[in-house]
């Protein structure tokens, strides 16, 4: 079965680094555009960083200059660089893997930026 599985989450002060990671696995994994989400208490979904199959990015303007997402194709795995974080980052982190016929979603990894 499919399995997508984050982790890297964690509690961090303003200002500090995190550095999220996702293993798929039960997909062709180079064959899937990968992504974050965030969905913080109260809040809908957004799309935070998206990677394509051809290796293009796409960041949400909020995280733009701060986050990069790379993607290690031998080793089905997603990544999430964040630096410089802001309590406003603070949200459950999603990864996720789409592709024509398929869409997928991890269980989600906590992150909690204090001041």
């Known amino acids: 079965q499919v399995q997508l599985v984050e982790s890297g989450g964690g509690l961090v002060q303003a200002g500090g680094s995190l550095r999220l990671s996702c293993a798929a696995s039960?997909?062709?994994?180079?064959?899937?555009?990968m992504a974050w989400y965030r969905q913080a208490p109260g809040k809908q979904r957004e799309l935070a960083a998206r990677?394509?199959?051809?290796?293009?990015?796409n960041y949400a303007d909020s995280v733009k200059g701060r986050f990069t997402i790379s993607r290690d194709n031998a080793k089905n795995t997603v990544f999430l660089q964040m630096n410089s974080l802001k309590p406003e980052d603070t949200a459950v982190y999603f990864c996720?893997?789409?592709?024509?016929?398929?869409?997928?979603w991890g269980q989600g990894t906590q992150v909690t930026v204090s001041t």
């Open positions: 039960g997909i062709l994994f180079s064959r899937y555009d």
């Open positions: 990677v394509t199959s051809g290796g293009n990015t």
């Open positions: 996720t893997a789409d592709a024509g016929w398929g869409h997928y």
